[in-house]
């Protein structure tokens, strides 16, 4: 008996998967998989492992028997730890749902509020995730560009907005760039939302790693339509652990909380009762720790790249040098060099600067932005 021939899987496929692109970070990888002991500026992750008192609680979690399920929105102590925490901050009394991760929380947050065609509107750059996740759920993606100084053009986010807009999305300190949006650029998004009546959506990730003062945030500025979400990734260096939350008003809260039932059931029950750990373990050493490598890396970079001097986060969003025809070509060759940096096209609409990640150690910074200024020149 003869054997079928194979179908061909693609006529299988749904459209929403061929509206998501592969990530363009992980084509880096691949083109730098052969690169013997590169030095990597390209990982989105702290350079610092969980702290012991958290790696700890999740043992102790473990080891008592605390591994089934919890409840969808999440255990109790801990959202009521962050609830208490978000009043005393923001002083504002939000309902919370633990999320897998602040992309989790991103992902019910457009599930809940984006119906097909509904608009989403977000700045350029912006992180990886947001355009292809509008994309999944039958949305589109409205990217207002914020080039040269990463700030928040209020008049060309009003320019955009149609009778189509449902969402303004803010990231804030930034991913890219590492910029952190003002306090008057946040007043700008308030009262466009409240003009145009738009759910405002912050991603707050690395809100923790702020240098030059406390990272401003927009849920005081318009509590009623805002809905926070932050995490504990970046500030403790659990990236892998998927730990996040996501604060806001009563019914949207509701409706999420829901949908995570029938998709992530909840976040996972070990992490949860480490992330009250957490909330006890101050990240003040990183802060300044990575306070002082951002002044190390723009003085390196000074006098050869322009760029924006950023103020969050683990990044610098350099523009490529005039004589290279765009940022991919630049990072080939910089990968030729042995040093790993990310095109500004993966997080763009446009191909003029690159990513670089300075959560490394102070030698590889150096070491790194030597070979960038030798192949600028």
Known sequence: MSTPPAPDITAFLADRAA????????????????????????????????????????????????????????????????????????????????????SGGLLLTLLACVNPGDEVIFLDPYFVSYRHLVNLVGGKPVMVSNYPDFGFPAEKVAAA???????????SPSNPTGAVLSEADLKSAADLARKHNLLLVTDEIYGELSFDGPCPGLVPLAPERTLLLRGFSKSHGMTGWRLGYAAGPDRLIDEMTKLQQYT?????S??????????????????????????????????????????????????????FPHATVFVE?????????????????????????????????????????????
Not at 39 to 54: A, K, L, M
Not at 264 to 268: L, T, Y
Not at 348 to 375: N, P, V
């Open 19 to 102: 509206a998501v692109d592969a990530s363009g970070i992980r084509k880096v990888f691949d083109l730098a998989a052969n690169v013997k002991d590169p030095i990597n500026f390209s990982i989105g992750q702290p350079d610092y492992d969980v702290p012991e008192p958290v790696k700890r609680a999740a043992i102790d979690a473990i080891t008592r028997g605390d591994n089934g399920y919890t409840v969808t929105q999440g255990i109790a102590p801990l959202r009521e730890r962050i609830t208490a925490e978000l009043h005393t901050e923001l002083g504002v009394d939000a309902k919370v749902l633990i999320t897998a991760g602040v």
């Open 161 to 171: 907005i149609t009778d189509r807009t449902k969402l303004l999305l803010v990231n």
């Open 264 to 268: 992530f059931v909840c976040a996972p």
């Open 270 to 323: 070990i992490v949860q009762h480490a992330g009250l750990a957490a909330m006890d373990h101050a990240i003040t050493e990183h802060v300044n720790t990575y306070r002082r490598k951002r002044d190390l890396i723009c003085d390196e970079l000074a006098g050869t790249f322009r760029f924006t001097r950023p103020s969050g986060g683990f990044y610098v969003f350099p523009e490529t040098p005039d004589t």
């Open 333 to 377: 060759e910089a990968i030729r060099r042995n040093v790993l940096i990310i095109p500004g096209k993966v997080f763009s609409e446009q191909d003029t600067h690159f990513r670089i990640s300075y959560a490394t150690d102070d030698e590889s910074i150096r070491r790194g932005c030597a070979l960038l200024r030798e192949l600028a020149r």
